[in-house]
């Protein structure tokens, strides 16, 4: 069964505005991955987080991570129309395990 | 990093005939996998492509409608067999280079239409 549960499903933002999404698991993890995919095309890796860690930036993209409330939050600052994409989560567990994908978020930014 | 590739992009094809999709690494990496993304839909782990044996398969998917291969380090196929239009989707191969870090990596996909 898949880990992730991201949320909201769909976002819709104006160019400019700050873009949050969330993502909650279930159990223990080792890692917690963001991706984005354009439409139809592969996943671009964006940030990985580990269970030690809070929180990680990367240009316009902040991460944290709660271990005690299983959940992981991406923030985008001053979205871009090139934004547009869907973010996926996804975690794997001690061991080298692969990755689970949660559903995706659908983000889109109007210019 | 690993920048993977695959081959083909795309394809359309008949029911009942079988697709093989070639994944190249640019680099050894310690683990291979096959994931399958149907439309609209997340992805969803099909198997890790274990370099000098047999790959494991998640609950749901077989050997012998998802035939794997991975010869070496860097370089893994999965045969989707006896197509139905239910397997059009797209699959997707990733990697990483293990050492407890995980990041990992994906090819571009291939995108498949069984009519």
């Known amino acids: 069964s898949q880990q992730g549960e991201e949320d909201p499903q769909a976002l819709s933002i104006q160019e400019g505005e700050n873009a949050t999404m969330n993502c909650s698991y279930k159990?223990?993890?080792?890692?917690l991955q963001w991706y984005r995919q354009n439409s139809g095309r592969g996943l671009v890796h964006l940030i990985l987080?580990?269970?030690?860690?809070r929180e990680k930036h990367s240009g316009r993209l902040r991460v944290t991570l709660d271990t005690s409330k299983k959940s992981s939050s991406l923030l985008i600052t001053a979205s871009r129309a090139a934004d547009t994409a869907s973010y996926f989560c996804?975690?794997?567990?001690?061991?080298?395990?692969?990755?689970?994908f949660g559903k995706g978020t659908r983000l889109s930014v109007i210019a | 990093s690993a920048v993977i590739s695959q081959k083909p992009s795309r394809d359309i094809c008949q029911r009942g005939t079988s697709l093989t999709i070639q994944c190249q690494v640019d680099?050894?990496?310690?683990?291979m996998f096959w994931y399958r993304q149907q439309p609209g839909q997340s992805l969803t782990l099909i198997a890790t492509?274990?370099?000098?044996?047999?790959?494991?398969?998640e609950s749901g998917f077989v050997i012998d409608k998802f035939p794997i291969s991975r010869p070496n380090l860097t370089f893994s196929t999965l045969t989707v067999s006896n197509m139905s239009p239910e397997d059009s989707s797209i699959y997707l191969c990733?990697?990483?280079?293990?050492?407890?870090?995980?990041?990992?990596?994906f090819g571009p996909g291939t995108r498949l239409t069984v009519l």
């Open positions: 990733s990697a990483n280079k293990g050492g407890g870090y995980n990041e990992q990596f």
């Open positions: 680099s050894q990496v310690t683990m």
């Open positions: 492509a274990n370099q000098g044996s047999e790959a494991t398969y």
């Open positions: 159990t223990s993890i080792n890692n």
């Open positions: 996804a975690t794997d567990a001690p061991g080298n395990t692969p990755l689970v």
């Open positions: 987080i580990r269970s030690n860690e």
